[in-house]
């Protein structure tokens, strides 16, 4: 089973692989967003896959 952590509106990936990553970390790793579109991340932990939420300013 192949595991992918994305961006959900741009679809960069964080992490894609076999063993099973700690989202939380690499969430962290990024500062809390993602570094292509800047969209805030979301960890949703029932399918282990970052989500993008909106920010307003
Ligand atoms: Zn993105």
Redesign the pocket.
Do not use: S
């Given at each position: 089973m192949t595991i992918r952590i994305y961006?959900?509106?741009?679809?960069?990936i964080f992490y894609r692989g076999d063993e099973l990553a700690n989202p939380q970390e690499i969430i962290k790793k990024y500062g809390g967003k993602?570094?292509?579109?800047?969209?805030q991340l979301q960890l949703n932990p029932k399918n282990i896959k970052i989500i993008?939420i909106e920010t307003r300013k």
């Open positions: 961006c959900e509106r741009c679809g960069f993602c570094p292509k579109c800047y969209k993008g």
